[in-house]
């Protein structure tokens, strides 16, 4: 995320769904395992998020990731050798559907942790080869190839070969673990 405006808002936004849910920084930075000064200079929009950051709040923040972009399509956020494009978010018969594009660098592997109870990813695999999915449930998709896989538990991403990888995702977040299952934006 490069841009001071989206950093803002972004930090505006973890504020407000902590502040919400009656969590202090220092409860949130150890649920998430982010440090509390970090978390502080985040919310306070004097530092990028980046993915893996925006990924740990999440989970203790009960939100799909769109969440904490503000549901903004066309928000970017990047770090690890990937870097992730937000397409489309919507709610769909009590579920929040977010779709993003996603560019992998040759080499890199993104370990993403468990999402919300019922959290399903679906990737299609666009360009290059990945492996990905849950510990002992790996598969491996090349150009035009997809899989699914249930992401309430950790989960990988990882290119294979030299040359760089790119997919569509698609995250179903059913509503019970949403924001949007409190009223608040999907």
Do not use: C, W
């Not at 698609?170 to 673990?177: D, G, K, R």
């Amino acid at each position: 995320m490069s841009s001071p405006d989206a950093s803002a808002r972004i930090g505006g936004r973890v504020r407000d769904l902590r502040v919400a849910r009656g969590l202090s920084q220092s409860a949130l930075a150890r649920a998430a395992g982010v440090g509390k000064g970090s978390l502080s200079e985040l919310e306070s929009g004097q530092r990028n998020p980046t993915l893996a950051t925006l990924y740990a709040l999440a989970g203790p923040l009960h939100v799909p990731l769109a969440a904490l972009l503000d549901d903004a399509v066309g928000a970017e956020v990047s770090g690890g050798g990937l870097t992730a494009h937000l397409v489309d978010v919507r709610t769909s018969e009590g579920t929040t559907v977010e779709t993003y594009a996603m560019r992998f660098a040759p080499g890199s592997i993104r370990r993403s942790p468990a999402h919300g109870d019922g959290v399903v990813e679906h990737l299609v695999v666009t360009r290059g080869r990945l492996r990905f999915g849950t510990p002992g449930e790996l598969r491996t998709a090349a150009g035009g190839e997809h899989g699914r896989f249930g992401a309430d538990r950790p989960h990988t991403y990882e290119v294979l070969g030299d040359e760089p990888a790119e997919a569509v995702l698609v995250i179903l977040t059913p509503h019970e673990n949403s924001v949007a299952a409190e009223g608040g934006a999907p």
